[in-house]
């Protein structure tokens, strides 16, 4: 039984050996053909990433705001339990500056939650409004 290679150039110059015999059947070889040429086309295809879409953007931002605004209300809580603290054990500074820094610290989570909450919601708009057009 005697086989010969017969090199055959597919689309994109892509070098696709198929076999020129007589004893593969006509169908095969299609079928071979097709195959070779379906991978090829999937390897050059390129890799694309998709990010998140407008919705889950949005959704996220205001996540994000709702988490800061209760890191912010929970330093709130325990600068103001402290200061109490202080306040009972006869340490009236320490009090005050217990609540300071838990109204400080509390303002500043609030803050950066609201902050990188409105950026992802005004990036999801962003790309809602670019899908639209």
């Known amino acids: 039984m005697f086989l010969s290679l017969k090199l055959i150039v597919c689309e994109g110059s892509i070098p696709c050996i198929i076999l020129a015999s ?3 059947s006509r169908l095969m070889k299609c079928v071979l053909m097709v195959l ?3 991978c090829a ?4 295809q390129p890799d694309q990433k998709h990010g998140r879409g407008p919705g889950k953007e949005i959704g996220s931002g205001a996540g994000d705001i709702g988490k800061g605004a ?6 709130l809580a325990k600068g103001t339990g402290k200061g109490a603290v202080d306040l009972v054990t006869l340490h ?3 009090a005050a500056t217990s609540v300071g820094k838990g109204a400080a610290v509390g303002g500043k989570d609030v ?3 609201t902050v990188k909450g409105t950026g992802k919601i005004g990036k999801g708009i ?3 409004v ?3 057009f």
């Open 92 to 94: 009236p500074i320490n």
């Open 22 to 24: 007589w004893c593969v």
């Open 36 to 38: 070779l040429a379906v």
């Open 126 to 128: 962003g790309k809602a």
């Open 41 to 44: 086309w999937a390897q050059s």
């Open 130 to 132: 670019k899908k639209l």
């Open 70 to 75: 209760a890191k912010g209300v929970g330093n």
């Open 111 to 113: 803050a950066v939650g």
